[in-house]
């Protein structure tokens, strides 16, 4: 990630006071007239938004001023990716608003490839010309074209409420799945509210050196629900002949919303990762969820996992 700073210059003007007993007190007359720069502001906090399945954890904003009037912010923040296979299509755009209106451009962040990092985001030309900056008054939106937001308001006249888009973990009956020739480790399941199952195909993006093939995913529908779960398997595991039904807590039997997929870990022990999706409507998302997996080659030996919401 490429810091912009602005270097401000302050240019000294000499005034030469006439030889008279006066020419001091003018002098002190024209220093108070000229208008004060306002200090930085920070504010400290620490709230936490998700998006794209990684959570964005805000603990500092400061606004300085200008030369032109706005204010450039810079943001602290922590980021925490959860699994080294990318999940999504591109990075949230990133931007503040002021009352509920974008007042900055997008903010430039290159989160890690996996684990965990502390960043520092710069953004230039915020606010308006003349009009001192109140960093009380933002929020921090993430979101894409068409997707859900996630908002963090910075303080409390910020005139948004908070959205964080946390995903729901679900406790599951067993660490494994298995069925024929599966052998399936549960790595996560949880409700989401950010995202659910895409088709199409993204560009590779870099997680370190290696290069890696996005899962795109597509933005939710007002009212719907998505689980995704998520299992690690040996080298060569496809998905061609996996099975997968979802029973709703309220008795509804889902397939998955798109085809099952697995992508490679970028490391050198060829496992892979199946990713499922359900997608449902409804008012309710507490309860067990009931997951059957079975072989297409061995439909007699089925397995079955519960997931507990709530």
């Known amino acids: 990630m490429i810091r912009r700073r602005i270097a401000v210059v302050w240019t000294a003007v000499v005034l030469t006071a006439g030889c008279t007993p006066y020419g ?9 007239s000229s208008p004060a720069v ?10 936490t938004a998700w998006w794209g399945g990684d959570s964005y954890r805000l603990t500092a904003l400061t606004a300085t ?12 923040l922590g980021v925490a990716v959860e699994s080294p296979v990318p999940v999504a299509a591109a990075l949230p755009r990133a931007t503040l608003e002021s009352d509920g209106v974008t007042v900055s451009g997008p903010l430039e962040m290159t989160p890690p490839p996996y ?3 502390s960043l520092t985001a710069t953004v230039q030309d915020v606010g308006t010309a003349g ?6 008054r933002l929020a921090l939106v993430l979101t894409a074209p068409g997707a859900a937001r996630a908002v963090i308001p910075v303080g409390d006249r910020a005139g ?3 959205v964080d888009l946390a995903p729901t973990p679900l406790r599951p009956s067993a660490d494994t799945v298995r069925t024929g020739r599966y052998r399936l480790a549960l790595a996560s399941a949880r409700l989401r509210e950010d995202c659910s199952g895409g088709t199409g195909t993204a ?4 997680l370190g050196t290696v290069p890696a093939v996005p899962r795109v995913l597509s933005a939710p529908k007002p009212g719907r629900h998505a689980l995704e779960v998520l299992f690690e398997a040996p080298a060569g595991t496809t998905a061609d002949g996996l099975l997968l039904h979802l029973t709703l807590p309220d008795g509804r039997r889902l397939a998955p919303a798109v085809p099952v997929d697995a992508r490679p870990y970028p490391d050198p022990t060829g496992r892979v990762s199946l990713a499922a999706w359900f997608d449902f409507y409804g008012d309710g998302t507490a309860g067990t969820y009931t997951l059957e997996a079975v072989d297409g080659q061995r439909p007699d030996d089925p397995a079955v996992l519960t997931l507990v919401a709530g």
């Open 203 to 206: 560009p590779a993006v870099l």
């Open 131 to 136: 009009r001192e900056l109140d960093p009380d």
């Open 65 to 76: 001023a200008q030369p032109d009037g706005r204010s450039s912010v810079e943001l602290v």
């Open 24 to 32: 001091a007190d003018t002098l002190r007359a024209v220093r108070s």
């Open 115 to 117: 684990g965990r990092a």
């Open 38 to 47: 306002p200090a930085p502001r920070t504010v400290t906090l620490d709230r």
């Open 160 to 162: 948004q409420e908070r």
